[in-house]
């Protein structure tokens, strides 16, 4: 028996405007992904204040499906961007193919949380080798995108910060200091029992606070290189 649902359908949307390539961005697409994640999230945060939820749902796999919508929208043809490809036992978030051939691989993140055991020990740059040697993609087209940089470590913050040269910077790309959250930017009180509104103009303020790596430099620094 056919019912109604509405939720189901509205999914249904989100997912269809993922797949979409027909509207463009905003012509800076890093501040399109920050506007892109702070509403979503705005949504998230009175979500919790009134439905009463203690604890945010996680947005780690929308933020790998956005960089995946705007990498397709961004590259030339010769370029198909992959989510989730397998090859054996490996699995990248994010494989690029150039003229039918591996190109690129990217592992997303946006941030490490409690496994912080990435950076320590290089960790993050024995994943990279393991990418690039299963997927045959030069280890200079085999990087990490954070979101942002916090929740690492002081001293992780402070590279990115204050742009101080360091190997990671090689191989791990954030795109802001601080993620896109309404929650954690807000300075209101009583964050749990009552939700902030921001407008356009606030929002963009605090990307142009936070903004670290843009997108664009990345593709065009990591992707769409020879080497």
């Known amino acids: 028996m056919k019912i109604k649902s509405p939720i189901s359908d509205k999914f249904s949307e989100f997912l269809d405007e993922l797949l979409s390539t027909a509207h463009k961005p905003y012509k ?21 204040v009134r439905s009463k939820r203690e604890v945010d749902f996680s947005l780690s796999d929308i933020f790998q499906d956005l960089l995946t919508h705007y990498l397709r929208i961004l ?32 592992e997303v993140k946006t941030t490490i949380g409690w496994n912080r055991d990435l950076i320590k020990n290089d960790n993050y740059l024995k994943r990279l080798r393991i990418l ?20 690492v470590s002081r ?5 990115f910060k204050k742009n101080s040269r360091d190997k990671m910077r090689d191989y791990i790309y954030p795109l802001f200091l601080n993620n896109a959250h309404p929650f954690f930017l ?14 356009d103009t606030e929002i963009f303020r605090l990307y142009k606070e936070n903004v ?3 997108l664009e430099d ?9 080497t």
């Open 28 to 48: 800076d697409v890093t501040y399109q992904i920050y506007y892109d994640l702070f509403k979503i999230r705005s949504s998230q945060w009175k979500y919790k």
């Open 132 to 151: 690039s040697q299963t997927f045959k993609v030069p280890i200079q087209r085999t990087f990490y995108i954070f979101e942002a940089v916090r929740n």
């Open 212 to 214: 670290t790596t843009p």
């Open 75 to 106: 590259l030339p043809k010769e370029y198909v961007v992959l989510s989730e490809h397998k090859n054996d036992k490996v699995r990248p978030d994010i494989l690029i193919k150039k003229n039918n051939k591996n190109w690129c691989v990217i």
């Open 218 to 226: 990345i593709i065009k620094k990591k992707i769409m290189v020879s």
């Open 155 to 159: 001293h992780f913050y402070k590279i």
């Open 186 to 199: 807000s300075k209101a009180r009583d964050r749990k029992n009552s939700y902030k509104v921001f407008d």
